[in-house]
């Protein structure tokens, strides 16, 4: 399988042109990108889907950096009402459409990646967890190692906490769920 150059680009931490992202948000994303790659090595993933995952680390905050106004230009329209902290990862995905990647997945799952999503398969659950579990986040640093240390052999059980601990955040400060966030809840605790 032949993988287009912006993801084989990504998997070495080689952003495309249009990326926003400062030096630290860059490190984070390295981080993300390396949890990614161990599980993916954990899993025996093959080698192809190992150079998708470390892409999937990059290319995630590719954006995040950017000013929120210009961002709400790209995304789709049922993404207009999200939050500027959430646009993004649909922006990102929107400018990796248009640079002509038409991999479904990796793209739902860089637009997704601080919601979740109902659809969400191995990849964008993985993708969904690394984000928040990366070593250099200062918060939480005990459970979350712990949740590190787990995720490789139970992926499903630290997925459920992520998102849990997530959605309280959300409730906390009182705001509303999208409906994405509900779709992945539910899928996560019914099962497949």
């Known amino acids: 399988m032949s993988l287009p150059e912006v993801i084989d680009r990504a998997a070495s931490g080689t952003l495309p042109d249009w990326a926003e ?4 948000r860059r490190a984070h994303m390295a981080r993300v990108a390396a949890l990614l790659s161990e599980w993916a090595d954990r899993w025996r993933l093959p080698a192809a889907e190992r ?13 995040r950096d950017a000013d929120p106004t210009s961002l709400r230009a790209l995304v789709p329209e049922e993404m207009a009402g999200v939050g500027d902290g959430v646009l ?16 479904e997945e990796l793209l739902a799952v860089v637009t997704y990646h601080t919601l979740g999503h109902p659809g969400f398969g191995r990849l964008g659950r993985a993708l969904y967890i690394a984000d928040f579990l990366e070593p250099g986040r200062d918060f939480l640093n005990e459970w979350r190692a712990e949740l590190r240390a787990r995720a490789p052999s139970h992926p499903d059980g630290v997925t459920i906490e992520v998102a849990a601990a997530r959605m309280r955040h959300i409730l906390k400060r009182r705001l509303p769920l999208r409906s994405e966030t509900v779709g992945f809840w539910n899928a996560l605790v019914t099962g497949p």
């Open 88 to 103: 993004h990862g649909p922006a990102a995905a929107a400018r990796l459409r248009e640079d002509g990647l038409d991999d």
């Open 21 to 24: 992202a400062s030096s630290s």
């Open 51 to 63: 150079v998708r995952w470390a892409s999937a680390g990059y290319l995630h905050d590719a954006l």
